[in-house]
């Protein structure tokens, strides 16, 4: 008889990064970041095993599955529940409803969620700088941040800001324990859109 499926703090891990990166991530990048020195079949298995009860979800047709760039997990109604109750916050239904698999938006966001891998893993083996929370654009649509600025015929125009993410970054200067902060905006230009 097979064991009975105990949810792993790796599982939890995993799927806390999978909600703050927007609620999708790419089969590889949860293979470097929480599979390494394990062959691929193990971490397959693994995530396979999270899929069929329900913490997980990956596309199911025929037509979702050629439409993603590469294999996507998201979270499922178990993997939210688990995550609310880790972070102490209320479940957030709607990013597990994918609405589109463009193959430009979602290779777009498998791009950005890449650059901020890369950040992060950069900050740990840099142990005297912090990086503040991560805030994606998801968060900047929610908000409805506007800029006004003057267009190249002077005239005055009105935008909503939307970055693919921003963080900053700091570290404490010891003799005076002050704090040094650099801000970062990330825009991740594929050149598929005209912009003004």
Not at 27 to 35: H, M, N, P, S, W
Not at 44 to 53: E, I, K
Request: glycine content about 4%; overall charge positive; charged content about 30%.
């Amino acid at each position: 008889p097979s064991e009975p499926f105990q949810l792993s703090p790796r599982d939890l891990q995993m799927m806390i990064l999978i909600w703050l990166c927007d609620g999708i991530m790419s089969r590889r990048q949860l293979e470097d970041e929480f599979f390494v020195g394990l062959n691929k079949s193990q971490a397959r298995r693994r995530l396979r095993a999270l899929y069929d009860r329900v913490y997980l979800n990956q596309p199911h047709n025929e037509q979702q599955c050629l439409s993603a760039p590469e294999h996507i997990y998201w979270l499922d109604r178990r993997g939210y529940e688990e995550v609310a109750k880790a972070l102490n916050v209320e479940p957030d239904r709607n990013l597990k409803k994918i609405r589109t698999f463009n193959p430009i938006v979602l290779q777009h966001h498998l791009q950005v969620v890449d650059i901020r891998l890369k950040v992060m893993g950069d900050i740990k083996r840099t142990s005297p700088v912090n990086m503040s929370r991560w805030v994606t654009e998801r968060q900047f649509r929610s908000w409805k941040h506007r800029v006004t600025y003057q267009s190249l015929q002077s005239e005055q125009l009105e935008k909503g800001v939307e970055p693919d993410g921003f963080f900053a970054l700091w570290w404490a200067l010891k003799p005076q324990r002050q704090r040094r902060v650099y801000s970062f905006v990330l825009e991740l230009d594929r050149g598929t859109e005209d912009l003004e």
